[in-house]
C-alpha cells in the first residue's frame, strides 16, 4: 500500500496580488522543470499543508501548492470580498502563467475537487490529467445531506452541538444562520460560530473519531477562516448552476481522470462521485471500501499516490 512521500521543503515560494486586496501565497516543491502540478486544498478556506507535498514523487513532479483566497497564509484573512470560485479559477490561471507552464496536472480533494472540475471545464486547453478526492458539486442535495438531513442520522450527538449555538427558530436554514453570526463584525460573535461549525465539519471527515483533527479544525484561526469562507460558498451554492459541474464533464473525456472515493465519506458521500462517473465513464472510479473523507487515510492515500506515480510516467 502506497504511503506518503518522504518530507519535502519548497524550493521557491512567493506571493501574488491578485487584485481586489487579494494576495496569495504560493510555493513549489520537487523538481524544477519536472512535470507540472498544482495542488487545490479543500474547505474552502483549509489552507494547504506541508503533508500535501507528499502526494507526488519529488523527483518526478514540480508542484505547486498555494493558499486560496482568504486563507492559510494568503492575506487578508477570512476576507470574504471579491472571493467566489471564478476568482480563483481566474487565480489558477494567473499562477500557471506566473511559472509559466503551458499546460499541467490538477489535483484536487473534497473543495478542491469542485474547484478542480470548474477550472478544467473552464480551461480544458490547460488540462493534462485530473486525480479528484471526495467529489463535491454544490448541488443541493449534497448540501442538504451536510447541513439539514442525512449525516446528522449518522452522528446524531454531534448534530445536536452543531444546533446548540443556533435557536431552534432559526433551524429551518442553518447555512443562513450561521453565515449571519459569521459576518457579524464582532469577533466574539464570530468565534463560538466557527468553532461549531468546523467541529461538525472534523466530526464527519475521519472514517473514526481522531482528536487532532477535531483540535486542529478548531483552532481560531483556522475556524474562523473556514467557517466564514464555507458558509460565504454555501449560501451562494458556489456560484455554480445546480448540476452543471457534473453535465459538463463530458467536455472532460480526453483528459484522463481518475476519482478516489472513500466509501464511507459522510462529508461528501459516494453518490455525487457516482454521478460523475456516469456523467464521465472515462475517468477511472476508485471506492476505497474502508475509506472516509480525508487523503491521509490509508485507503484513499494509497488510491491517490498510485494516481500521481501512473501519471508520473
Known amino acids: 500500500m502506497r504511503t506518503l512521500y518522504p518530507r519535502i521543503e519548497p524550493f521557491e515560494t512567493g506571493r501574488l496580488d491578485v487584485g481586489d486586496g487579494h494576495c496569495l501565497y504560493w510555493e513549489r516543491c520537487g523538481t524544477r522543470g519536472a512535470k507540472p502540478v498544482v495542488f487545490l486544498h479543500g474547505g474552502p478556506g ?30 487578508p484573512h477570512a476576507s470574504l470580498e471579491a472571493n467566489t470560485t471564478w476568482h480563483l479559477v481566474d487565480d489558477i490561471e494567473r499562477l500557471r502563467k506566473l511559472i509559466g507552464h503551458e499546460r499541467w496536472m490538477v489535483f484536487g480533494g473534497s473543495w478542491g475537487s469542485t474547484l478542480a472540475l470548474a477550472y478544467a471545464q473552464a480551461h480544458p486547453e490547460r488540462v493534462t490529467e485530473l486525480v479528484l478526492r471526495g467529489i463535491f458539486t454544490f448541488r443541493q442535495s449534497e448540501l442538504d445531506w451536510l447541513y439539514r438531513h442525512g449525516a446528522s442520522e449518522i452522528f446524531p450527538d454531534k448534530w445536536e452541538e452543531f444546533l446548540a449555538p443556533i435557536p431552534e427558530t432559526e433551524h429551518d436554514d442553518l447555512v443562513a444562520a450561521y453565515h449571519r453570526r459569521l459576518t457579524d463584525p464582532d469577533r466574539a460573535v464570530q468565534l463560538p460560530a466557527a468553532k461549531a461549525w468546523s467541529k461538525w465539519e472534523a466530526e464527519t471527515v475521519t472514517l473514526l ?25 454555501m449560501i451562494n451554492k458556489g456560484w455554480i448552476e445546480e448540476g452543471s459541474l457534473i453535465t459538463g464533464a463530458a467536455a472532460l ?3 484522463p481522470a481518475v476519482i478516489v472515493q ?36 490509508p485507503g484513499v492515500l494509497d488510491g ?3 494516481a500521481t506515480d501512473d501519471f508520473a510516467s
Not at 494547504?48 to 501548492?65: G, K, N, T, V
Not at 473519531?209 to 460565504?232: G, L, Q, Y
Open 46 to 75: 483549509a489552507g494547504s499543508s506541508a503533508d500535501h507535498r507528499r502526494q507526488f514523487d519529488p523527483e518526478r513532479y514540480d508542484i505547486l501548492l498555494f493558499d486560496q483566497r482568504g486563507c492559510g497564509r494568503s492575506t
Open 209 to 233: 473519531p481522531n482528536r487532532a483533527v477535531i483540535e486542529a479544525h478548531t483552532s481560531d484561526d483556522f475556524a474562523i477562516a473556514i467557517a466564514r469562507i464555507e458558509t460565504h460558498y
Open 253 to 255: 473525456k480526453e483528459i
Open 262 to 297: 472513500g466509501r464511507y465519506d459522510c462529508c461528501t458521500p459516494p453518490v455525487t462521485a457516482w454521478d460523475l462517473h456516469k456523467a464521465w465513464p472515462e475517468a477511472r472510479l476508485e471506492i476505497v471500501p474502508d475509506g472516509g473523507h480525508l487523503f491521509n487515510e
Open 304 to 306: 491517490l499516490i498510485r
